[in-house]
């Protein structure tokens, strides 16, 4: 079943692409048409390349890897910074830092940095430090939190990363594919497919558009991470179940042991009997 319809992506404005001077050629499997100097995208393409990544982003979701989302236009921040911290993955809105994932040991200093300073603030370390060091260091931190603070708690990198504009965040695509993590992208008429994992023909400029197409990626996603919820509570059931029938399969291992002891016991003292006999009996012939 399809997870969105065609007048969904209608009413969103999917379909409107850029100025036809403006087109990228490999872009042209998925146009639909030109009307007055603007292409259009095939819708019917769009939804089956997002039925396709979003199956795609699930799987990966369910298996517990992290999904990195990136959207620093203006018109995408807002949408991506709140839909993403539902399903609590990582998500970058404000500049893309270059070395982000390329270089990704130096960015996870500069986060522990801010750990650094907040535990300063905590331990009274602020307060044998003069007012304009507190204020360089408080400026400092919330610079890192704006850059950096989405993606606190990437301790790895992702498995994945989800874009929207691939023309625009061409620098965060190039170094995922150094690096061979898969790309999702919202691509335009104006974006060149090729470099993209998964494909979602789109406008990447609408509010609207931004808003169903995320919207979309962020509940696979949640659905995945359901599964996955779903299948360790199974895990542990089962744990449960096996660690039950295994103890009384012990108590009786045990039992059997007991009872094997005992008959031992017995044969011992029989056999120290007859010989205590036997010696009296000797003793009782000599005299």
Known sequence: MSRTNFKDLLSAGVHFGHLKRKWNPNMSPYIFMERNEIHIIDLYKTQAKLDEAADAIKQIAKSGRKILFVATKKQAKEIVSEKVKTINMPYV???????????????????????????????????NMSKRERLQITRQRAKLEKNLGSIADMNRLPAAIFVVDVAREYI???EAKRLNILVFGMVDTNSNPNSIDFVIPSNDDASNSIDLITGVMVDAVKEGLEERKTEREKDVAQREKKAQKEKPEE?????????????????????KSEEKKQAARKTAAKK
Not at 114 to 126: L, P, V
């Open 172 to 174: 965060a695509v190039r």
């Open 93 to 127: 809105t404000e500049r893309w830092a270059g070395g982000m994932l390329t270089n990704f040991p130096t960015i996870r200093k500069a986060i522990k940095k801010m750990s650094i300073i907040d535990r300063m603030a905590t331990d009274g370390t602020f307060k």
């Open 251 to 271: 108590k009786s291992d045990e039992k059997k042991k007991e009872a094997d002891n005992k008959e031992e016991l017995v044969e011992k003292i029989e056999e």
